[in-house]
């Protein structure tokens, strides 16, 4: 299992809960398996969101993989200027 | 990717100053922009515009226009794409209004006639029956009760219940306790900010050139950020495949994020496919200012506790963002940069998304973070006055390092902003004597930075010369540093090498240029696909000598032995290899297709020195110092250049540049001559110093420069011209009637 | 609209074009002479992009109709190199990086040029005060600046 971090706004779908545990290979896998579990997310999630893993912001990408000890946060789709 | 081989040293190429690419076109005024393009047949375009802030849209009457003689084709509303949702209705909705004007500046209808002149005209005549409604332009009245509705049911399920419709986003991050922390301060201070919103101000409008033809096929020439995406939207705005639709982008005169959008060019396809012929369409000033662009206005309220000897112990921040009449206003970057140069254990930020009748706000460098360190960097500057501690050293003791575990949450990889304190500290200006009248300002800025879908195909001439193709529109010099990068990895001179902007039918999907990604991702993309070309032409050379491909090493431009047991053999240069490549095997040409997704965030620290004039509110910024974290410079020029841009930016958003509106909702200053971006005389030499720890996401350790250059300036001109005032200003821009109302409030206890 | 015929002479050649009366010196330029150097970047006389000169005064093409270029000599960034030798401030300007979009560029060599004709010698401010009526917004004018600055003094030193 890896454990989710989100932005505290996203509580409201989760029971309350800022830590949640996925189990998951990759950052798609993720975001299924958050999903699946909370379908309240979905349309924050379908909005667009990124992954960091141990501090490298995955802005897209489905296939970076994430291991049980990696470090996972969500936070909002990146745009620029 | 960790950084490899190269590591900073031991280039030959890059990090070299070369001419640029399009130089000779550029200054002889033969590279051709969006407006320069002509095609045999083609007509004009105009648009006509909402008067008013907010209005249902009763009737639109063309007959006079279409019976006007030279008018070929008016469209409106009915000749797009039906059935859109979600962002391609947002953006399908503000390119042409269906039954409500939805600012002043909305496009409700347009027209193609054989002349400029005679599409102006025929807009004149074109007769729209509005009803008005009542508008609302300002953040904080927009969210208020009572404030008009702009649209229901346009918020998503983020915004908690009881707030008002307009408020259509909401963000909450951050971790620990700030209550706590708050009770562990010395000083706690709380205070509230506003800054207008501003413009890009990119010099040339928004202008193509488009055909569509009524087997669904089409062309367009426009200046953009990003044509694959101009392709994409395009096609669904006007109902056809993106596929069938090949765009080509113009050299582009400045975007900084206001071209990322797409405004007029299914306006010019659909007036293209009623009339079948080409269709040109330009926009003036006036429509540049009243209907794209500008960034959002803010509202902000920031809490900051610190301990005498300068120990941040909590900070809170509440960022109300007004984006327009559209969701989408930036706040979750507000809200999530605003604190992150600092190292926190209590932090809490809260971020609104506010519509109002103004024009959908579009990313302008860095979104939404510029706003942040304002607020931020001003009470930070306050506690620091007030604690009696110096600026930079109250950064370096909080500033967040690699390990930090960031205001957004997870924990930074390497970051370079103790680099760029230290650096500030040690430059002459940081100790450089005030003159009277002169005060000092320092603040830090943080910007994300950006991957995103990159395609490059690069190919070799028999001649031994190599064409690269990107995908990524140039803004600031970028084929220049392309070049740098193939030429690097390839061993050939970087003349050898010609960099072109490919069009839509020419490479895979490329992400707009925007996010400070293209030197990053599109050159990692050309490192990548060089790397491949040299693998083909070591291949060829093995087959030629008859070793393994195993065998042959890549150096100097030259495919040689990779060692006395491979053989010996003469080392074949490029050129070589390519002059028979037709007979060994076909042409060579090496590419690469991914997202990069190691963009890697980036710090700077700014300096500056403000001149306040108490008599007159008027403010001179006389001295000014950049000091960023590049990751690596490819061309340090270009790097530089992107460095004084961004403050010159902030300069004029700091001390003049708004949006302003009247009690009718109607923008009142949308000239050049009333919308007042810094010119020459306003600015002093703009100092850089180039800061370099290397991003381990990319091969040579580039970070991305464009953006966080204008994350600083707002707020270390805030704090330069507030220690010159002798009174805080909590506004922006500071122009001079803001700076004698704070100073006569100050008069006045 | 009644066109009228004009003749005028453009970076030395006669030239000759019908316009509307409306048109303005800019439009005629590009869309008529196909001279498309000069930009229209805000058509109020603003910004300089579309910088001319006009009988040898530096004049923004938009503020200026067509129809009275009559008898004139216009001068614009297309005649600026002589041959295939770049003008000293146009090599100067790809060598200090002195744009970034470059679509101010034409203008602010134009402007520049009519500087240097006037003031061979001039100081920072003077250069600033100069070219305060063509902005730029990518650079900072930092390095256009420098550039201007020492192209007068290779100048100088080579007369």
Known sequence: MVEVNLWSGLKAFTDGQEKVEIDAKNVGEVLRGLVQAYPGLEPA????????????????????????TSEVYLIQRLRGG | MAPDGHGTNGFKVVG????????????????????????????????????????????????????????????????????LTGENWNILENVMASDTALYDGHAVAAVAASTPLAARDAAKLIEVEYELLPHVTDVDKAMGSGAPVIRTGAADKSVPEGMHPNVVRYHESGHGDVEKGFAEADLVLEDSFKTEATHQGYIEPHACLAQLGPDGKGEVWCCTQGHFNVQK????????????LRVTPSEIGGGFGGKTVVF????????????????????????VFRATGPTASTSMDIKIGMTRDGKITAAQGVFRLQGGAFPGAPMEFTAMCAFAPYALENVHQVGY????????????????????????????????????????????????????????????????LVETLEAAKAHPHHKAPLAEGQGRGISCGFWFNHGGETAVSLALSEDGTVSLSVGTPDIGGSRASMGQMAAEELGIPYEKIRTTVADTATLGYNEISHGSRVTYASGLATIQAARDTVQKLCARAAAKWGI?????????????????????????????????????????VGHFEATPEGAGVSFATHIVDAEVDKETGQTKVVRY???????????????????????????????????????????????????????????????????????????????GVGETSICPPLAAIANAVSNAAGVRLKELPMSPPRILAALAAQADG | MTMIHVTTTVNGDEVEFLCDPRETLLDVLRDRLALTGAKEGCGTGDCG???????????CSCLMLGAEAEGKSIGTIEGMADGEALHPLQEKFIEYAALQCGVCTPGVLVATEALLKKNPDPTETEVRYWLAGNLCRCTGYDKIIRAVLDTAADLRKAS
């Open chain 2, 353 to 416: 998304d506010v519509m109002s009748n103004r024009p959908k706000q579009a990313a302008y460098r860095a979104p939404g973070s510029p706003m942040a360190a304002f607020a931020v960097e001003s009470v930070v500057d306050q506690l620091c006055n007030e604690l009696d501690l110096d600026p930079i050293e109250v950064r370096l003791k909080n500033a967040s390092k690699e390990g930090t575990k960031a205001s957004f949450g997870p924990k930074f990889d390497r970051i370079g």
């Open chain 2, 625 to 703: 110092t950049v000091v960023q974290d590049a990751g690596k410079a490819i061309h340090p020029t270009y790097v530089e250049g992107q460095f004084q841009g961004g403050a010159a930016q902030g300069i004029g958003w700091a001390l003049n540049e708004e949006y302003i509106y009247g009690e009718d909702g109607r923008l009142q200053n949308s000239l050049f001559l009333d919308y007042r971006i810094p010119v020459a005389s306003d600015l002093p030499m703009i100092d850089t110093v180039i800061v370099e720890v290397p991003n381990p996401g990319h091969p040579y350790g580039v970070r």
């Open chain 2, 548 to 588: 393994d491909e195993d065998a042959v090493v890549w150096e100097d431009g030259c495919a040689k032995p990779s060692g006395p047991n491979a053989g010996e053999f003469e080392p074949l240069p490029l050129a070589r290899i390519a002059r028979s490549m037709g007979r060994t095997g076909g042409p060579i």
């Open chain 2, 233 to 244: 939207v395009c096609a669904a705005l006007v109902g056809t495949d993106a596929s069938q």
């Open chain 1, 45 to 68: 999630i379908e909005a667009g969101v990124s992954v960091a893993v141990d501090g490298r912001i995955v802005a897209s990408s489905l296939t970076e993989p994430v291991s049980e």
């Open chain 2, 16 to 83: 070299t100053r070369p001419n640029r690419p399009d130089g000779v076109d550029k200054v002889t005024g033969r590279a051709k922009f969006g407006a320069d393009a002509a095609a045999p047949g083609m007509l004009h375009a105009a648009i006509v515009r909402s008067p008013h802030a907010h209005a249902k849209i009763l009737k639109i009457d063309s007959a006079k226009a279409e019976a006007m003689k030279g008018v070929k084709a008016v469209v409106t509303r009915a000749d797009f794409a039906e059935g």
């Open chain 2, 264 to 287: 007029i060019e299914p306006v010019a396809l659909a007036l293209s496919r009623k009339a079948n012929r080409p269709v040109k369409l330009v926009m003036s000033r006036s429509e």
């Open chain 3, 49 to 59: 992009a579309c910088s001319v000169t006009v009988d040898d005064r530096l004049v």
